[in-house]
């Protein structure tokens, strides 16, 4: 089989459009900077076959440069979310999530195995250095497989059976990778929110190289940065998903030109970067944008005061009445999104919890059953969300094509009276003089779920649940923490029942990867260290010790080796019927609006889209280097 992802028959572009008849209109944010010799004319600045946007047939408009967006973060390290929202990748889903060729000017699949990626003669980094094939080679050879930067080898994601592909560099323009067997898994990683980076700015980053750098100056780096060798030094300043080096070259539409740690961020466009318009202007239309640190529950009144161009994190549905009622005032529309994760909250049982009478009763199909119809979902709705969310356990949701209407709603209804017969049939029919119920050493059965207490939805939902299952003798305690720590907490084994979205890609395909399914990576609450001991080939974590586990391990490696899309659907479906089945993660509700705030002069924003962080990276798969103001 051999599949072509080319740009002439992308969405992505003008199909009738030449770069070498369009011409080129420079911005005058960069005039000044073009006049004073200081950075090339605009057409030495794009690639020699720029990725040529197809506005027409996408209901958008073409735009004009100038002007700065307004955002708010809660954290000084989410400036990372510009790389998340910039979303310039090798290959990226366009609005249908559809895959397409974005950097890359195409990719050659031959037998699901060989990818020959073709990169864009005359193609730059943001500070002008070429990006060439020389950047993938010192990503595989100087990075990944070098002992003291990678001391595990080479990322999971490019090994298939345990083994690495044969890399090639065949031209300035074009590499290969040659797997053994299949890597289905591979363009699409590229496509992800977080990517895995594949290059490095080499020109750059080899200053820092124990191997490539001069001794002399790489001491004296290392004196100077307080590091405890080169690979430290190295590690520190090779990290393109922060985005929070001003220093390290990047292709996004945007580039950070702030220090880390900063309440106050400013990304200036990117005057290399590989997009234009067929009228001859180079993207994005925007010329800056501000990132400012807000305490996450002020975002909202900041939002309804006008203090943001466009706003989505920090934001959450309960704000939704506010939001539309301070639209003319504050100068912005509220848009409602459908949210595309696999359930909007959903309670993890940690399998792998530490404590071993908790870890038995996790791993117990009844008690977790039992716990799901202990929650009126329709109340949880109602209140919540004014009935316009969806009833669902964590499943696909109705726009992927393997939907199923008995899988979203299994588990789902409320049955008291079945919860309690489940719970004393496991052996949790004693009860102390409170009315709680007893573990089987004595202990309350107390419930311990902790939160990133982020959503207000979230936190309220926990309140009513927590009341709901009282009503079946388990009394339930619940607290926020930080998003890391709850995190580390969950790897660690020392958090019995997390909260967090459902599956992040709630709109699978056969194509898409089934990670999320399967016993395959620590973040994944419902079995940490199976993840862990996947990850790391068996150094850490444990191996996957039930039946359903391994069997969906299985079932992992077998997609990724499937060639066929109906041999990759099967597999799919039987997954996710696994899920349904065994319930290892309670969801509570699935496509809950979400609201996104957009200044009223903004154009090129869809009203209607999916917010997705996989596939779609939120705002990203809808490019929001096209937005431009009206005025």
């Keep these: 089989m051999r599949r072509l992802l080319c740009l002439i028959a992308a969405v992505l572009i003008a199909p009738s459009a030449q770069a070498a008849d369009i011409t080129m209109e420079e911005t005058l944010f960069l005039a000044h900077s073009v006049a004073e010799d200081e950075l090339p004319p605009v057409q030495e600045r794009i690639p020699q076959e720029p990725l040529i946007v197809d506005f027409e047939n996408r209901n958008r408009t073409i735009g004009k440069h100038g002007g700065d967006i307004q955002m708010l973060i809660g954290r000084a390290k989410d400036v990372r979310y510009m790389v998340v929202y910039g979303y310039a990748r090798l290959v990226g889903y366009d609005e249908n999530f559809q895959l397409q060729a974005d950097i890359l000017e195409s990719a050659e699949v031959e037998e699901g195995r060989i990818f ?28 990944v497989n070098h002992p003291e930067l990678a001391p595990g080898g080479p990322p999971e ?54 191997d490539h750098a001069d001794p002399a100056e790489l001491k004296k780096l290392i004196r100077k940065r307080k590091a405890r060798g080169w690979a430290p030094l190295h590690n520190k300043f090779d ?82 009445p506010v939001l539309k009622k301070g ?22 049982p940690n399998q792998t919890y530490n404590d071993p009478v908790w870890r038995e009763l996790m791993r117990n199909l009844k008690f977790r059953i039992a716990l799901s119809h202990a929650i009126s979902r329709r109340a949880i709705n109602k209140s919540l969300y004014f009935g ?27 049955n008291p009276d079945l919860s309690n017969q489940l719970l004393d049939e496991i052996g949790l029919d004693k009860r102390d003089s409170d009315g709680w119920r007893l573990l089987s050493d004595g202990r309350r059965a ?61 709109i699978p395909t056969p194509d898409a990867s089934p990670k999320a399914l ?51 659907a099967a597999i799919w479906e039987e997954m996710l019927e696994i899920h349904a089945e065994n319930i ?35 705002l990203g798969a809808y490019r929001i280097d096209e937005l431009y103001y009206v005025e």
């Design 116 to 143: 020959t990626l073709n990169l864009r003669e005359g193609h730059k980094w943001s500070d002008g250095a070429p990006f060439t094939s020389e950047d993938f080679r010192y990503w595989w050879e100087d990075v």
């Design 157 to 210: 994601l490019m090994l298939v059976g345990g083994k690495p592909p044969v890399f090639e560099v065949l031209d300035e323009t074009t590499v290969r990778y040659t797997w053994d067997a299949p890597n289905p898994r591979f363009l699409p990683a590229l496509a992800a929110a977080r990517p895995p980076f594949i290059y490095r700015p080499s020109h750059f980053v080899k200053q820092f190289h124990g």
């Design 239 to 320: 990290n393109m998903y922060k985005f929070d080096n001003p220093e390290l070259p990047t292709l996004q539409p945007w580039v950070n030109t702030t220090k880390k740690n900063n309440s106050r961020y400013v990304l200036g466009r990117n005057p290399f970067y590989h997009r234009i318009d067929s009228e001859g202007r180079q993207l994005p239309y925007i010329d800056t944008v501000e990132l400012t640190v807000a305490a996450g529950g002020l975002i909202p009144a900041k939002v309804n005061r006008g203090e943001t161009d466009l706003q989505a994190r920090g934001l959450s549905f309960s704000d939704a």
């Design 327 to 348: 639209e003319t005032e504050g100068g912005y529309k509220t848009y409602l999104w459908s949210n595309g994760a696999g359930s909007d909250i959903a309670l993890y």
């Design 388 to 414: 316009m969310a969806k009833v669902a356990a964590v499943a696909a949701l109705p726009e992927s094509p393997f939907y199923d209407e008995a899988e979203a709603k299994a588990y789902t209804k409320y």
């Design 446 to 506: 107390e419930i311990i779920v902790e939160t990133a207490g982020e959503r207000l939805e979230e936190t309220d939902a926990l309140e009513l649940i927590q009341e709901m299952w009282a009503e079946v003798g388990l009394k339930m305690i619940f607290r926020p923490l930080d998003r890391d720590i709850l995190r580390n907490k969950a790897y660690a084994g020392e958090s019995m029942m997390p909260v967090w979205y459902g599956w992040n890609n709630g």
């Design 518 to 568: 399967a016993p395959v990576d620590q973040t994944n609450f419902s079995w940490p260290k199976w993840g862990q001991h996947y990850q790391t080939k068996g150094s850490s974590g444990e191996a996957p010790e039930t039946a359903e586990a391994r069997r969906l391990l299985t079932l992992f490696s077998d997609w990724s080796r499937a060639t066929d899309s109906s041999e990759k």
């Design 584 to 618: 290892f993660a309670i969801g509570l509700i699935s496509r809950a609006p979400q609201p996104i705030a957009v200044s009223a002069k903004l154009r090129n924003f869809p009203e209607t889209g999916v917010y997705s962080w996989e596939p779609g990276a939120h």
